[in-house]
């Protein structure tokens, strides 16, 4: 590691890189850099300038407070905007609904409050598995949804979420920011319901689910009553077993009752929410969650609405967007370890076997390939994603995989 000058290139190096790996295009950049611009009590000041600080991190001298900031965008002349955003989550899904509220609150602020996006919880505008519909119908000016809810209109917003055996967060926006898989779902989007979509938000690999009975073979799939979301549904029918559509907060009474033998939500801290944990040790927890290795969440906007808005807001929704993204998947990282250990206290925790997940990694290929030969779209974007997940899974296999090996030694 060398001196505190080759610390400050590389650190000028990544201020830049960020601007061009956020999202933001060309025309968000430059409305990036006016907002940023902005920032400064000297209306020429430059785009370096206003980023720029003192060492210690504090504001270099002549730059203003948030305060004045928002001074200055609302005495601009740009329109006031406000709308409703529905969301697939309850209030209670705090990290899941608190990434529509960081968006939110991410428009507001970069936007000195004259852009609103009023985050509203499922069931008060439409129910959460149909958030994608009523944004392109117009029910709904914006929506927070996850893609892969919407299999059953067009199957490749599967690749919106995440695709069974597919990419982890990491390599799903890597795909999508520099992978060219924003543009390929972009189109997808535009043509297929007249939308624009943004990353916002990602839980990280998933567990594989709560199941009341152990899961050793194959045979042991047949007759499985699971609760399990997208394609992944498909391949569980395939080996014998059968999918079964239940909301989020209807899982415990579902295992209660006996109309579901097993369920995969999240993960440690939002199952825990759900209230999973009452049912005792009468579950098994199985992972990893094949079908969910790096889940998106997305923010889904009509293309009409887009297109009429002010650059600055452009830039805006896209660095908003960029920062539920991260920030979600931070919270996972720091609330899952720690409920783990709640859910360890009363649970038995169990890999599924290699013999089920070569089955399940089979039957989710022939999958794949079945739904590509019946639907052109799923084809086109079939192809590029197998190519950089072949790619990376190989790269990170080697080195990830070692170095997490010998963490644990």
């Known amino acids: 590691m060398q001196e505190e000058e080759t610390g400050m290139e590389e650190a000028e190096i990544s201020r830049r890189s960020f601007l061009g790996r956020a999202g ?165 989007y535009a043509t297929e319901f007249g939308l624009i979509q943004f990353p916002a ?63 995969e939500f999240v993960g440690p801290t939002d199952d825990l929410i759900l209230g999973l944990d009452e049912l005792g040790s009468d579950l098994f927890y199985y992972h990893p969650g094949w079908w969910e290795p790096g889940p998106s969440l997305e923010v889904q906007l009509p293309l009409s609405t887009w297109n009429d808005l002010p650059e600055v807001y452009k830039a805006a929704v896209e660095n908003a967007a960029a920062t539920a993204n991260v920030r979600t998947k931070a919270k996972y990282d720091v609330l899952n370890p720690r409920d783990l250990q709640k859910v360890k206290e009363f649970a038995e925790i169990r890999q599924f076997s290699d013999e089920i997940l070569s089955a399940f990694k089979e039957e989710t290929e022939n999958v794949l390939n079945t739904i590509a030969g019946e639907n052109a779209v799923f084809n086109e974007i079939l192809g590029p994603w197998r190519e950089y997940r072949d790619a990376v899974q190989e790269w990170h296999g080697l080195a990830e995989t070692s170095m997490l090996t010998a963490a644990a030694l």
Not at 135 to 153: K, M, N
Not at 232 to 258: K, M, R, W
């Open 24 to 188: 933001v295009g060309v025309a968000g950049l430059a409305a990036t850099s006016a907002v940023l611009a902005a920032c400064s009590s000297d209306p020429d000041s430059s785009l370096e300038e206003s980023l720029d600080g003192n060492e210690d991190g504090t504001p270099a001298e002549g730059t203003d407070s948030d305060e004045e900031t928002v001074e200055l965008v609302q005495d601009s002349d740009l329109p006031e905007i406000e709308i409703e955003m529905a969301t697939s989550w309850p209030t209670g899904l705090v990290t899941l609904y608190g990434a529509a509220e960081i968006f939110a609150q991410e428009v507001s602020r970069l936007t000195g409050g004259r852009f609103k996006i009023n985050a509203r919880p499922a069931g008060e505008i439409v129910g959460g598995l149909e958030v994608l519909p009523t944004v392109r119908d117009g029910g709904a000016g914006a929506g927070h949804t996850a893609s892969y809810y919407y299999t059953g209109i067009n199957p490749a917003t599967q690749f919106g979420t995440a695709v069974p055996f597919g990419l982890t967060s990491r390599q799903q926006n890597a795909w999508l920011y520099e992978g060219g898989g924003l543009e390929i779902m972009r189109d997808f």
């Open 201 to 263: 938000g990602n839980t990280g690999v998933q567990m594989g689910g709560w199941f009341s009975k152990e899961i050793n073979t194959v045979a042991d799939i047949q007759g499985l009553t699971m609760r399990i979301p997208g394609i992944a549904g498909q391949v569980l029918n395939n080996l014998g077993g059968e999918q079964v559509s239940v909301a989020g907060g209807d899982i415990l009474p579902s295992i209660q009752t006996g109309a579901i033998d097993a369920a």
